[in-house]
């Protein structure tokens, strides 16, 4: 059974830092484009950021470019997400998200939902002092 488990968040002060982790089990985890969303209390939930099923393709959401970092170690079956001079905007429940790699890769994939198979029950993340 598919099953993605995320890790790492928590309460951390404005301009802290937090590393979020997905490890994925019973699917073949280089065979998808993987990707963390969040939503906070009252909004939509919004892309943050997209990683290729290779690693060697990202996308950021404008918002949080140049503060965060996705990256995935296909050998252990992890995504990961390093959040850096938080906000409290950031504050949001993260979700990571597999997309199978015949959906395609591109900037769609941080806007579009539907083509991710699989989803995680979210990690919270609240920036505050």
């Known amino acids: 059974q598919e099953q993605m488990v995320e890790s790492g968040g928590g309460l951390v002060q404005p301009g802290g830092s937090l590393r979020l982790s997905c490890t994925a089990s019973?699917?073949?985890?280089?065979?998808?484009?993987m990707a963390w969303f969040r939503q906070a209390p009252g909004k939509e939930r919004e892309g943050v950021a997209c990683?290729?099923?290779?690693?060697?393709?990202?996308y950021y959401a404008d918002s949080v470019k140049g503060r965060f970092t996705i990256s995935r170690d296909n050998d252990k079956n992890t995504l990961y997400l390093q959040m850096d001079n938080l906000k409290p905007e950031d504050s949001a429940m993260y979700y990571c998200?597999?997309?199978?790699?015949?959906?395609?890769?591109?900037?769609?994939?941080?806007?579009?939902?539907?083509?991710?198979?699989?989803w995680g029950q979210g990690t919270q993340v609240t920036v505050s002092s």
């Open positions: 998200a597999a997309a199978p790699v015949h959906m395609g890769w591109g900037l769609f994939l941080l806007d579009d939902m539907g083509r991710y198979n699989y």
């Open positions: 019973g699917l073949t985890f280089d065979d998808y484009s």
């Open positions: 990683i290729s099923w290779t690693g060697g393709s990202k």
